[in-house]
């Protein structure tokens, strides 16, 4: 094996790019990030780790605009995103003012992709280590859109997803309890599948919701804090619920 996961250009005898597998497993070591897909609203939630005391949490951001309708998150080396985003912020910037069109959520997905693709297969360079989820509304019909996009330059679009650590135990949760919702029960939907894995609290939790009108905006922590109240006391109500012996005469 030593000699095929040196070089990125070259496949092994079972098939495998060693250098591509080495930055999905940098993407499972990054933050549990998790994107849902409602019938008005998209929402993205990411598990924020605890900043030192004395650094401003606001130049840590792992939601952020590509453009004003379109918005990442990232799960794995934070440097490599920087890259990635600054070239798609570019790309959309240089669509608009060629075809004098909004960009559409799916090319900038396919740009990203294809940027993260080919950097399997030049020599010389190593892929990106991060996985994206992509969100946005079509500019012409409106349509909210998720995507998801990993080092190997595959993209994919979802109803719902979550990448980084522990997203199998998210995906899992979402497959069981994903129903088409709207509002504040997609954004309830999100942080609900994130708390399967992280601390409770707005200090362990960032969020971003975007509507077609008011494009994106980044929750405060005494928002996620209230949203996370009423999540638990719904499913203290629901435990308390199973508790009480049924009443029917036997």
């Not at 994107?35 to 606001?58: F, H, M, N, W």
């Not at 892929?127 to 909210?144: A, N, Q, R």
């Not at 595959?154 to 979402?174: D, M, Q, Y």
């Not at 954004?187 to 994130?194: D, E, G, N, P, S």
């Amino acid at each position: 094996m030593a000699r095929y996961d040196r070089a990125i250009t070259v496949f092994s005898p079972d098939g495998h790019l060693f250098q591509v597998e080495y930055a999905l497993e940098a993407v499972r070591k990054g933050n549990a990030a998790v994107g849902v897909r409602g019938s008005d609203t998209i929402v993205l939630a990411v598990e924020k780790k605890s900043a030192p005391r004395l650094q401003d949490s606001r130049s840590v951001r792992k939601i952020v605009n590509l453009d004003e309708h379109i918005a990442l998150a990232c799960a794995g080396l934070k440097a490599d995103a920087r890259v990635l985003i600054n070239r798609a912020r570019i790309e959309c910037q240089s669509y608009k003012l060629t075809i004098e069109d909004p960009v559409t959520v799916e090319y900038i997905t396919r740009y990203i992709a294809g940027l993260q693709q080919k950097y399997t297969q030049s020599g010389g360079v190593r892929p990106f280590g991060l996985s994206t989820l992509i969100i946005g509304f079509d500019p012409h019909t409106g349509t909210p859109s998720l995507y998801q996009t990993d080092p190997s330059g595959t993209f994919s679009a979802w109803k719902a997803n979550a990448t980084g650590r522990n997203s199998n135990s998210i995906r899992e949760f979402l497959e069981k309890n994903y129903k088409e919702t709207s509002g504040q029960e997609t954004v309830k939907l999100a942080i609900r599948a994130l708390l399967e894995v992280v601390e409770s609290g707005g200090k362990n939790i960032e969020v971003a919701v975007m509507t077609k009108d008011h494009g994106l905006r980044q929750l405060e922590e005494a928002e996620i804090d209230a949203i996370v109240a009423d999540i638990e006391a719904e499913k203290a109500a629901a435990e308390a619920a199973k508790k009480v012996p049924s009443t029917k005469e036997t």
